[in-house]
């Protein structure tokens, strides 16, 4: 089965469906979306509590009535979905291989988006020893357990991780009726935060309620057959202590789903683990770009809708003739700076770049200045109050114009 298409997105999550829809009403005529799931919407349609479509729909939604609103507004403006459809490998450099209950075939198109997404790094890849009990679980796996298969997941649980995607897990857990004994981090303090105010005032409560821990790392979980337990060690003063509960949950560090963009020779860029990509999201290959979680991890649904909207923009100018930059530079970044985003910068200078370079730290940083240098050439500088791990941050972009194409990569530092 050979099928040809303008534009293949692989991933059916905000993402992928938000580019499909700008692109179709930008008006390119065939957009076909694939994706491995039996139900289009990615991660947020697993998440049945509040708090989705604030910045991209402006109304308050759960997960699954968020999906579904993409879905439904895709589908409408004539966008192909196609569910159960796993990507297995490239045909060639604008074509791809896939298998579904249909069959196997070849789906080749004049431009590609990989928007695949990112999954949680799961316990036995942060080797913890113990045994295999049941009830470890990731806030993905969680979810599904819960409210895609209802079935029971204990009664007293304790989460691994104290950042945003850990208030998911906590209102599933809750939701389900459990007992939340823990949540904890080895960082200082947790970096949970809600952007819209009412929430402000449930984390609030959900602070007061439930005991955080910092710094404290699991060093084993208990039990055998079921979870009795984990082992804690306080990274202040050495020492150990259990805490009794019967699920564990581990949030958080995040690998981005990036089996496609290697299996297909894209650079990948170090740190973030994703594409490396240029200010209008082009990779290292002509005709295939990236957009959303698959780029560095997990944000906000909003976030990587937003980014497959500018995506669709930068798409549809290729369509339309626009030539791919033939030279690029990475922008290089020195811990603890995680990544940046985008984390290229192609021979065509600024030209369509964002305004402001993302980025990420690994620890809690007072009273810094980024620095930007090309070679031993100060481009910007910036100063920052304050730098949390686990939320993104922004450097200008005004330096991107002062770049030598020819010049040696940019280098991002942090001093002071």
Same mark, same amino acid.
Request: proline fraction near 7%; include cysteine.
């Given at each position: 089965?050979?099928?040809?298409?303008?534009?293949?997105?692989?991933?059916?999550?905000?993402?992928?469906? &938000?580019? %499909?829809?700008?692109?179709?009403?930008? #008006?390119?005529?065939?957009?076909?979306?694939?994706?491995?799931?039996?139900? =289009?919407?990615?991660?947020?349609?697993?998440?049945?509590?509040?708090?989705?479509?604030?910045?991209?729909?402006?109304?308050?939604?759960?997960?699954?009535?968020?999906?579904?609103?993409?879905?439904? @507004? !895709?589908?409408?403006?004539?966008?192909?979905?196609?569910?159960?459809?796993?990507?297995?490998?490239?045909?060639?450099?604008?074509?791809?291989?896939?298998?579904?209950?249909?069959?196997?075939?070849?789906?080749?198109?004049?431009?590609?988006?990989?928007?695949? #997404?990112?999954?949680?790094?799961?316990?036995? %890849?942060?080797?913890?020893?113990?045994?295999?009990?049941?009830?470890?679980?990731?806030?993905?796996?969680?979810?599904?357990?819960?409210?895609?298969?209802?079935?029971?997941?204990?009664?007293?649980?304790?989460?691994?991780?104290?950042?945003?995607?850990?208030?998911? !897990?906590?209102?599933?857990?809750?939701?389900?009726?459990?007992?939340?004994?823990?949540?904890?981090?080895?960082?200082?303090?947790?970096?949970?935060?809600?952007?819209? !105010?009412?929430?402000?005032?449930?984390?609030?409560?959900?602070?007061?309620?439930?005991?955080?821990?910092?710094?404290?790392?699991?060093?084993?979980?208990?039990?055998?057959?079921?979870?009795?337990?984990?082992?804690?060690?306080?990274?202040?003063?050495?020492?150990?202590?259990?805490?009794?509960?019967?699920?564990?949950?581990?949030?958080?560090?995040?690998?981005?789903?990036?089996?496609?963009?290697?299996?297909?020779?894209?650079? +990948?860029?170090?740190?973030?683990? #994703?594409?490396?990509?240029?200010?209008?999201?082009?990779?290292?290959?002509?005709?295939?770009?990236? &957009?959303?979680?698959?780029?560095?991890?997990?944000?906000?649904?909003?976030?990587?809708?937003?980014?497959?909207?500018?995506? !669709?923009?930068?798409?549809?100018?290729?369509?339309?003739?626009?030539?791919? $930059?033939?030279?690029?530079?990475?922008?290089?970044?020195?811990? $603890? +700076? @995680?990544?940046?985003? =985008?984390?290229? +910068?192609?021979?065509?200078?600024?030209?369509?770049?964002?305004?402001? +370079?993302?980025?990420?730290?690994?620890?809690?940083?007072?009273?810094?200045?980024?620095?930007?240098?090309?070679?031993?050439?100060? @481009?910007?500088?910036?100063?920052?109050?304050?730098?949390?791990?686990?939320?993104?941050?922004?450097?200008?972009?005004?330096?991107?114009?002062?770049?030598? $194409?020819?010049?040696?990569?940019?280098?991002?530092?942090?001093? #002071?």
């Amino acid at each position: 089965m050979s099928v040809k298409t303008d534009v293949l997105i692989v991933g059916a999550g905000p993402a992928g469906l &938000a580019s %499909a829809i700008q692109l179709k009403k930008l #008006g390119v005529q065939q957009v076909t979306v694939v994706d491995r799931e039996p139900e =289009p919407g990615g991660t947020p349609r697993l998440c049945h509590h509040t708090g989705f479509g604030v910045w991209d729909f402006h109304r308050l939604y759960s997960g699954p009535q968020y999906a579904r609103r993409y879905a439904e @507004l !895709a589908r409408s403006l004539g966008v192909d979905i196609r569910t159960e459809t796993t990507i297995t490998g490239w045909d060639d450099e604008n074509a791809l291989t896939f298998t579904s209950p249909q069959g196997t075939g070849v789906l080749a198109a004049s431009a590609i988006l990989l928007a695949t #997404g990112v999954r949680e790094r799961p316990r036995a %890849a942060r080797l913890i020893p113990g045994y295999r009990p049941r009830g470890v679980f990731t806030t993905g796996s969680l979810q599904r357990f819960v409210d895609e298969q209802h079935l029971p997941v204990g009664k007293r649980a304790v989460i691994v991780g104290a950042e945003g995607v850990s208030l998911s !897990a906590f209102m599933t857990l809750t939701g389900a009726g459990l007992e939340v004994a823990a949540m904890l981090t080895d960082l200082p303090r947790h970096q949970m935060y809600f952007p819209y !105010a009412p929430a402000k005032w449930w984390l609030m409560d959900v602070v007061h309620r439930t005991p955080i821990r910092t710094r404290v790392r699991v060093q084993r979980i208990l039990g055998r057959k079921r979870v009795e337990g984990v082992e804690i060690r306080r990274l202040d003063d050495d020492g150990v202590e259990v805490i009794p509960c019967d699920a564990v949950v581990f949030t958080g560090d995040w690998i981005p789903e990036n089996e496609v963009a290697r299996k297909g020779g894209l650079e +990948i860029a170090p740190g973030a683990l #994703g594409p490396r990509i240029d200010g209008q999201f082009r990779t290292s290959q002509p005709g295939v770009f990236a &957009a959303g979680n698959l780029l560095r991890g997990a944000e906000t649904a909003a976030t990587s809708a937003m980014e497959g909207r500018f995506a !669709a923009a930068s798409i549809n100018q290729y369509l339309q003739g626009k030539a791919w $930059p033939r030279r690029r530079l990475p922008i290089q970044v020195a811990p $603890p +700076i @995680l990544w940046s985003l =985008p984390n290229s +910068i192609s021979a065509d200078g600024a030209s369509g770049q964002r305004k402001h +370079i993302a980025f990420r730290v690994a620890r809690f940083i007072n009273n810094a200045t980024m620095q930007v240098f090309q070679g031993a050439k100060l @481009l910007y500088e910036q100063r920052f109050s304050h730098l949390p791990p686990n939320e993104t941050m922004y450097l200008s972009g005004a330096w991107l114009t002062q770049v030598d $194409p020819d010049g040696p990569p940019p280098q991002i530092r942090l001093s #002071g």
